[in-house]
């Protein structure tokens, strides 16, 4: 059984910095890929970041590029999200997801509040 769980977010200021991290635990194979997706409130849940667990290839939503890195530790089935450059439009709960196929698995979610 795979599960996920998200850890860190919180509250900061507007181009402040932030990270989370998502475990999984259970078995997962070399080539799943984890991806962040966000929801902001009364707006549809969207993709945030990828990266493929093989090879550390990694792919961004234009709203993030160049703020965000996603990255993954191997040994500890981990993947990270650190957000730089934080901007208000940055408010949602984050999620963890894991695609291996044919199965899509998700976390319950993490807040990240950015104020001015």
């Known amino acids: 059984q795979v599960q996920l769980e998200e850890s860190g977010g919180g509250l900061v200021q507007a181009g402040g910095s932030l990270g989370l991290a998502c475990t999984v635990s259970?078995?997962?194979?070399?080539?799943?890929?984890m991806s962040w997706y966000r929801q902001a409130p009364g707006k549809q849940r969207e993709f945030v970041a990828s990266i493929i667990l093989s090879n550390a290839w990694a792919h961004y939503a234009d709203s993030v590029k160049g703020r965000f890195t996603i990255s993954r530790n191997d040994a500890s089935n981990e993947a990270y999200l650190h957000m730089s450059n934080l901007k208000l439009e940055d408010t949602a709960v984050y999620f963890c997801?894991?695609?291996?196929?044919?199965?899509?698995?998700w976390g319950r979610g993490a807040q990240v509040t950015v104020s001015s």
């Open positions: 259970g078995n997962i194979e070399r080539d799943a890929i």
């Open positions: 997801n894991l695609f291996l196929d044919p199965h899509t698995y």
